[in-house]
């Protein structure tokens, strides 16, 4: 007599640990796009979508590295880098006409004031409407990269050297980084009023 097996094994990506099932189908029972924001080794990445039964339908996409574009030199994965791909996701949505969405971080970790949540605090910034706690976004200083500049005074010359030796090779002034910043939102909120 043949016995048959019970166990049902989970999909791939579940075992995989690349998507967790039950918090995707909760978030795409609403009907409204996502924004989903991911971290890579060198890039933060920003994505609106739309669900389609053969698989997500990316509606805009901002990605760190397009900051150059606006004077940004600095790194493109830290939480300034972040904020502004949070501000350049939410004009990219608005020219698709995407106001609303629901915030997206996957499988990633929720640390609050990280900076996938700077990215929040950008595209809400940009006019997009997202459900959020404010206990969760990073406070004005740290987006615009103050505590950089300030742990850069405090450390001595070697040590400085060696942790910011992009920023030296590429002749970025670490005291500066705020004013960059500044620089390069004002740079994206011009072009998104120019376009209007």
Same mark, same amino acid.
């Given at each position: 007599m043949g016995k048959k097996s019970m166990f049902e094994p989970k999909f791939k990506r579940r075992r995989s640990g690349a998507t967790n099932y039950k918090k995707? *189908?909760?978030l795409l029972k609403s009907g409204t796009p996502r924004l989903v924001v991911r971290k890579t080794n060198c890039y933060i990445i920003a994505q609106v979508l739309n669900y389609a039964p053969e698989g997500d339908v990316v509606i805009a996409a901002a990605n760190s590295s397009e900051l150059g574009k606006v %004077?940004? %030199?600095? !790194? $493109?994965k830290? *939480?300034?880098a972040a904020y502004l791909t949070g501000l350049l996701i939410a004009q990219k949505a608005k020219k698709k &006409?995407?106001?609303e969405a629901i915030f997206d971080i996957g499988l990633q970790s929720n640390v609050h004031g990280g900076r996938v949540f700077?990215? *929040?605090k950008g595209a809400?910034? %940009?006019g997009m409407k997202i459900a959020h706690e404010d206990v969760v976004l990073p406070s004005a200083e740290r987006i615009s990269g103050k505590h +950089?500049?300030?742990?850069? @005074?405090? +450390? &001595?010359?070697?040590? &400085? $050297? *060696?942790?910011? !030796? @992009?920023? +030296?090779?590429g002749k970025m002034p670490l005291g500066n980084i705020s004013g960059s910043f500044e620089s390069a939102k004002k740079k994206i909120i011009e072009s998104e009023a120019e376009q209007k």
């Open positions: 995707r *189908l909760a %004077g940004w %030199g600095f !790194s $493109k830290n *939480l300034c &006409n995407v106001a700077a990215v *929040l809400l910034d %940009g +950089i500049e300030n742990y850069a @005074k405090t +450390i &001595n010359a070697a040590e &400085n $050297k *060696l942790q910011f !030796s @992009k920023c +030296i090779e």
